[in-house]
Nanobody, 121 residues
Framework: QLQAFGGGLVQAGGSLRLSCAASGRTFSSYGMGWFRQAPGKEREFVAATARSGGSTYYAVSVRGRFTISRDNVKNTVYLQMNSLKPEDTAVYYC????????????????WGQGTLVTVSS
C-alpha cells in the first residue's frame, strides 16, 4: 500500500516536497516512480529510482528542477520539486513495481492515491 502526501498550492518559482510512504517489509525490492496527470491529459512520467536509490531517471520537462530520492529504512520515496511552473500543476502519483524501474506507467503494479499540486502564476 502506498500513500502519497505533501501536495498543495504554491506560487511559480516555489518548492514542494512530496512523500510516498509504503507499507510492507520489501520496499527495497521495488523500483519506485512518480507520475502526474493534469486535467484532460494522460498520465505522464516524472521521475523514477532504482531499488537501491543509486540510479534515477527524469522526464526532460523536470530535469534539473526535481529530485527523486528514497529511504529504504523509512520505506519512503520523495520528490523534491523546485522552481515550480504553472505547467507542473497536476495530481501526482507514486507507484511501485517489483524489480527495475520504468518510465512506462503501465509497468507499475501498485499506486498511491495521488496528491494535488497547484502552481499559481
Amino acid at each position: 500500500q502506498l500513500q502519497a502526501f505533501g501536495g498543495g498550492l504554491v506560487q511559480a518559482g516555489g518548492s514542494l516536497r512530496l512523500s510516498c510512504a509504503a507499507s510492507g517489509r520489501t520496499f527495497s525490492s521495488y523500483g519506485m516512480g512518480w507520475f502526474r496527470q493534469a486535467p484532460g491529459k494522460e498520465r505522464e512520467f516524472v521521475a523514477a529510482t532504482a531499488r537501491s536509490g543509486g540510479s534515477t531517471y527524469y522526464a526532460v520537462s523536470v530535469r534539473g528542477r526535481f529530485t527523486i530520492s528514497r529511504d529504504n529504512v523509512k520505506n519512503t520515496v520523495y520528490l523534491q520539486m523546485n522552481s515550480l511552473k504553472p505547467e507542473d500543476t497536476a495530481v501526482y502519483y507514486c507507484a511501485a513495481r517489483s524489480g527495475n524501474y520504468y518510465s512506462d506507467y503501465r509497468k507499475y503494479d501498485y499506486w498511491g492515491q495521488g496528491t494535488l499540486v497547484t502552481v499559481s502564476s
